[in-house]
């Protein structure tokens, strides 16, 4: 009987498509990796380097081979790296995320031992098999960061510079402004951040505003914006209006549009002085007077004025209408844009009786003169009213009366002495030196002249002897002397009152006013200069025609100047 042999086999299936995907899967993070355009590294959970991409590779310096196996300190400056196992083995230990899963700013070190800024993404990864990696994405930001400290030094530069300048977007509201804005107007700049521009500008222009940005926007008509320098008047925080020059620039493609005022400092100061000092004899007019733009809008008002039932708040800054009957208020504007066309002289050079409005609504008849008292190189008319109240209330018995009213009201100091220096006139606002009015009628002037007080009779006499004014019919900035001792910081313009003989000698008449706050904003004038100076950077201010006004130290060493570069052209260099 033959023998039969059987052979046996036996076969096993396994269901391998969880293996293929997660191995195409993971193929395809491969490729992923390698494709990406931002440096990326993975992790094993004691931070050693297993896999970096073509990217990691260029931007640290290290090749693949030289990578794997390292530990993730090598790409870490030193007082980053001492540390880092301790942060693994905290977040081991407690599970308290503070790296992973979030992005952060680090500073990364290339092989070379070059230092430089970076963001990281750190993600923890959790295969099927229960094997955890970190994989970390890594992005250069050396450009971003020195973009980024660009514009911290432009703002700080723009912080420090003595030319006012406010930002604005396309509805009015100021987004920036800067130190020297904030005191040009006298608003802090948190109170005008968030706020209209509007608010500055005087009624009349105030009114358009809005429809000016909105004609721009529709038709991009340059006339303001982009524009030469124009003449403007703003609104300070005290409800005056001061003149500057304006020169407005949009910043392309960002919806915002800078203003840079043009202010020389120290004319600034001498304007301010001049203004102030004239404001003060002007207040103590006796009959009401006004002084108004070529718009109508008043622009000082006399303390007289108040025969009218307003403070100079209520009048000062609004326009003139505010005072005048219906059918004048109607014709007023008409009236003066006609003459500052035609320079016809109807109303403007002549004396007319009118009806002036109060504030209860009173009409009262009064004698007017008005007149044309534009100084040389203003930009833009100014006018003078003067006002006689032409109902018999007014009586000239009571000038002298309403003279000493006048003068006790007015907030500028007024001191006047006799030809020898003694005291024979004050008001309330002496009160800046602490003396009561009693304390200082009879005495000499000196006592408030602080470290001149030695020299001030031989000033006065030398005046009488020879006639040369040094201080007489000039400003002048000087230092006073308070009760306490104290150093004041003082405006002051003096002014003769001829008299006729030995008999009835000169007196003379100061106007005085606190320049405490102006001498804080030349010391900080002079500080922003210094601070300009210490700017590495080379500066340069220069005006609309290229002509140097301001530069720093830099800027001449940088190009190499031996003279003073102000008021050259800036196509010198």
């Not at 320098?229 to 620039?249: H, M, N, Y």
């Not at 019919?473 to 306490?484: A, L, P």
């Not at 102006?518 to 340069?540: D, G, R, W, Y």
Request: proline residues 3%; charged residues 25%.
């Amino acid at each position: 009987m033959f023998g039969v042999q059987w052979t046996k086999f036996i076969a096993y299936a396994t269901d391998t498509r969880e293996a293929y995907l997660a191995e195409q899967s993971n193929a395809l993070n491969e490729v992923a990796v390698d494709m990406a355009d931002l440096p990326f590294v993975r992790l094993s959970l004691t931070g050693k380097i297993v896999r970096i991409n073509k990217e990691a590779e260029e931007c640290f310096g290290y090749t693949t081979r030289e990578a794997i196996g390292m530990n993730i300190k090598m790409f870490m400056p030193e007082h980053i790296a001492s540390q880092h196992d301790g942060y693994l083995a905290k977040y081991r230990k407690t599970g308290v995320q503070t790296v992973i899963n979030t992005t952060t700013r680090q500073t990364a070190v290339r092989k070379n031992g070059e230092e430089f800024p970076v963001e990281i993404c750190v993600r923890e990864l959790k295969e099927a098999d229960g094997q955890v990696w970190y994989c970390g994405s890594i992005r250069d930001i050396t450009s971003r960061t020195l973009e980024e400290q660009e514009l911290d030094r432009a703002k700080k530069i723009v912080a420090l510079t003595s030319e006012p300048m406010v930002c604005i977007d396309t509805k009015g509201i100021i987004v920036e402004l800067n130190g020297a804005f904030s005191q040009l107007t006298g608003f802090e700049m948190n109170t005008l951040v968030g706020s209209n521009i509007k608010m500055l500008m005087p009624e009349e222009v105030a009114i358009k505003h809005d429809q000016y940005l909105k004609s721009y926007l529709k038709t991009r008509e340059r006339t303001i914006i982009g524009g030469e320098p124009r003449q403007v008047s703003f609104k300070t925080r005290r409800g005056e209006l001061t003149e500057t020059s304006i020169r407005v620039q949009e910043l392309e493609a960002s919806g915002v549009y800078v203003g840079f005022f043009s202010i020389d400092f120290q004319q600034q100061l001498l304007s301010e002085t001049n203004r102030k000092t004239h404001e003060a004899l002007f207040t103590l007019l006796v009959n009401p007077t006004i002084m108004m733009t070529h718009l109508g809008t008043v622009k000082v008002a006399s303390l007289s004025c108040n025969t009218f039932g307003y403070t100079q708040d209520e009048l000062v800054g609004h326009n003139i209408t505010k005072i005048q009957p219906p059918e004048i208020a109607a014709v007023h504007d008409e009236i003066l844009e006609t003459y500052v066309k035609t320079r016809v002289q109807h109303v403007i050079g002549s004396e007319r009786r009118i009806k002036v409005k109060f504030k209860n609504g009173q009409q009262v008849e009064h004698r007017i003169i008005v007149k044309e008292v534009t100084p040389p190189g203003h930009p833009e008319p100014l006018f003078l009213g003067e006002l006689s109240d032409m109902s018999g209330e007014t009586l000239s018995a009571n000038s002298f009366t309403k003279m000493n009213s006048l003068l006790k009201e007015s907030p500028f100091a007024i001191i006047k002495i006799n030809d020898v220096g003694i005291i024979e006139l004050v008001n309330t606002a002496t009160s800046m030196f602490g003396y009561s009015s009693e304390e200082l009628i009879g005495q000499n002037v000196k006592m408030l002249t602080g470290v001149h007080k030695d020299k001030h009779d031989s000033y006065l006499k030398r005046y009488k002897d020879t006639g040369v004014k040094t201080v007489i019919d000039t400003f002048r900035r000087v230092r006073g002397e308070t009760k306490e001792g104290n150093m004041l910081e003082i405006s002051l313009t003096v002014r003769e009152l001829k008299g006729s003989g030995e008999s009835f000698p000169s007196t003379y008449v100061a106007c005085l006013s606190d320049a405490s706050e102006q001498a804080k904003i030349e010391a900080a004038h002079t500080q922003s200069k210094f601070m300009m100076n210490c700017i590495p950077l080379p500066l340069v201010v220069t005006d609309t025609k290229g002509v140097i006004t301001s530069c720093s130290v830099s800027f001449e060493k940088t190009f190499g100047w031996k003279v003073n570069p102000v008021g050259h052209n800036i196509t010198s260099i």
